[in-house]
């Protein structure tokens, strides 16, 4: 079965520290790999993706993620946490010639002022 | 631009009672369509996709059913609710072209079913 795990339930950071969230995935052949963030009753918002080619790549409001094939992971990260970055972000697997995305349960991120 | 509408924003019904939660795309032509239901603030769990008109992909056994009756809508219905059909509903779209990856959410329905 194809899966995703986001092994932290929550990430606490200091704002101005640099912040990861970690994702690692079971996905069959080479997949694309999203992350998005979630603020209260919203709904999900893109925030970058990995199809090929740099194993590091940067989107939104200053995040960017690391692709490792050896690993399976598509860990986020960012230089340089804000208090507005305090968010649910979901990483999410999509199997190459598939149209499902496979989110796992979130990490909760808090940024501390 | 594409757009997205999820209406209504907020629900409450009874146990028993009919549901239809409507979704729209704008901008875009034959979009892959997505309901998702995401209990307790965390996982989202996909319940139904759809690749064209009138072609639904169930995901889960449930009390729900989805319809696709134009190429850039997508209904989500039951006929009877149950409480455990309370939760957060989101809609998303995927471009059909291999260059557009990424999916796009709607702002959601929050149903509670009382």
């Known amino acids: 079965a194809q899966s995703v795990a986001q092994p932290e339930d929550q990430v606490n950071v200091a704002e101005g520290n640099p912040l990861t969230v970690k994702c690692t995935y079971s996905v069959s052949g080479n997949p694309y790999l999203f992350w998005y963030v979630q603020y209260p009753n919203r709904g999900l918002q893109f925030l970058l993706k990995?199809?090929?080619?740099?194993?590091l790549v940067k989107g939104s409001y200053g995040f960017e993620a690391e692709f490792n094939k050896s690993q399976t992971s598509f860990h986020l990260k960012k230089p340089s946490a804000l208090v507005s970055d305090s968010a649910l972000y979901f990483c999410a697997p999509r199997a190459s010639g598939t149209y499902k995305y496979i989110f796992g349960t979130g990490t909760r991120l808090k940024v501390l002022a | 631009s594409q757009t997205i509408h999820q209406w209504p924003a907020t629900l409450v019904q009874p146990v028993g009672s009919p549901l239809s939660l409507e979704c729209t795309v704008e901008g875009t032509s034959n979009p892959n369509l997505y309901w998702y239901r995401q209990a307790a603030g965390r996982g989202l769990q996909l319940l139904f996709y759809s690749v064209g008109i009138g072609q639904i992909s169930s995901e889960v056994p449930q009390n729900l059913s989805a319809s696709r009756p134009q190429d850039r809508q997508f209904i989500l219905s039951s006929k009877k609710l149950l409480l455990s059909d309370s939760g957060f509903y989101l809609c998303a779209w995927s471009g059909a072209d291999r260059r557009n990856t990424e999916a796009f959410f709607g702002q959601g329905t929050r149903l509670t079913v009382v």
């Open positions: 990995y199809i090929t080619g740099d194993n």
